[in-house]
Structure formats: structure tokens, C-alpha cells
């Protein structure tokens, strides 16, 4: 059973918004953190955006600053990210993940146990 499960994906035009929802699925566990990762046909898997429960702060990449927003639920291991002003380069499998370890390093790949399937986010100009 896939522990996380990620939804709202889809197909926007060029300067549109979504929101990507995931949430635990099955066995509940306690995390670290959370993040966003996306990966383009081709390319390696690229950090988004993190959360670190504990303080509520929040990382990220420097390709979404400033027109995405990552928020969520610590306690229930919901995330959330809110983007605005997709790009065709936007366009990718995103997948949400849960560090469970203590002082989990949230910007790559490794600081993660958790992961959902993906969601497909498709932009068009």
C-alpha cells in the first residue's frame, strides 16, 4: 500500500494555478517533515518545496519561489502546494514525501522515507 497519496494534478495554461494536495494513506505514522519533488521526462528528480513541522518552516527551490506556497497538516501528514503562474517548464510528475528521521535534510531525494505515486501537472502556452 503506497503510504502517501498525492492529488491535483492536471493539464493548465501558461500562467494558470493549481493546488496539489497529499495525504497519509493506511498506517499513520509521525514525520519530520514534508516535501514536494518533481520529475520531468529525462530528468533527475528536483526538489520543490519543504515543510519542517516542528517550527513550521518552509523551503524552496529557487525555480518556485515567490509564486508557489507549501503549507499543511503536521499531525495528520497532509501537505499541500499552491501554484500560481505555471510555466510549460513547470511541467512534470510531482510527488509529495514524508522525512520521518529527526534533522532529516529536506532538499534532496535521500532525506525521505515516505512517498506518494505522483501526480501528473501539465502546462500549455
Known amino acids: 500500500q503506497v503510504p502517501l497519496v498525492e492529488s491535483g494534478g492536471g493539464l493548465v495554461q501558461a500562467g494558470g494555478s493549481l493546488r496539489l494536495s497529499c495525504a497519509a494513506s493506511?498506517?499513520?505514522?509521525?514525520?519530520?517533515?514534508m516535501g514536494w519533488f518533481r520529475q520531468a521526462p529525462g530528468k533527475e528528480r528536483e526538489f520543490v518545496a519543504a515543510?519542517?513541522?516542528?517550527?513550521?518552516?518552509?523551503y524552496y527551490a529557487d525555480s518556485v519561489k515567490g509564486h508557489s506556497t507549501i503549507s499543511g497538516d503536521g499531525p495528520r501528514n497532509a501537505v499541500y502546494l499552491q501554484m500560481n503562474l505555471l510555466n510549460p517548464v513547470d511541467t512534470a510528475v510531482y510527488y509529495c514525501?514524508?522525512?520521518?528521521?529527526?534533522?532529516?535534510?529536506?532538499?534532496?531525494?535521500?532525506?525521505?522515507?515516505?512517498w506518494g505515486q505522483g501526480t501528473q501537472v501539465t502546462v500549455v502556452s
Open positions: 514525501a514524508a522525512a520521518l528521521q529527526a534533522y532529516s535534510i529536506l532538499g534532496f531525494p535521500a532525506g525521505y522515507d515516505q
Open positions: 493506511g498506517r499513520t505514522f509521525s514525520s519530520y517533515g
Open positions: 515543510i519542517r513541522w516542528s517550527v513550521g518552516s518552509t
